[in-house]
Nanobody, 114 residues
């Protein structure tokens, strides 16, 4: 079955940087819109950033100017570079693949704390 495997979550200090990766298998990766979502405790899951099959991107307002989403179709991998991290970025980050259906990864924990 389809697998999305996230990696890169960690504990980082405020102002620091982190890079997340999501490796996909068993999908025609290049045809999918790939996204990163996050869910903080007690809150709903929300979109962080998304990149379509043609490479166009969109970001949540909270991510603009700090986060960058990119994809490598040859490696079936989507990335999220996060800079200037804040405590409010603390959440479980989920990878999403969307075309006609949605697929989700298991999530990776990002904790921003001093």
């Amino acid at each position: 079955q389809v697998q999305l495997v996230e990696s890169g979550g960690d504990l980082v200090q405020p102002g620091g940087s982190l890079s997340l990766s999501c490796a996909a298998s068993r999908i025609i990766f290049s045809m999918y819109t790939m996204g990163w979502y996050r869910q903080a405790p007690g809150k709903q899951r929300e979109l962080v950033a998304r990149i379509s099959s043609d490479g166009s991107t969109n970001y949540a307002d909270s991510a603009k100017g700090r986060f960058t989403i990119s994809r490598d179709n040859a490696k079936n991998t989507v990335y999220l570079q996060m800079n200037s991290l804040k405590s409010e970025d603390t959440a479980v980050y989920y990878c999403n693949a969307q075309r006609l259906v949605n697929y989700w990864g298991q999530g990776t924990q990002v904790t921003v704390s001093s």
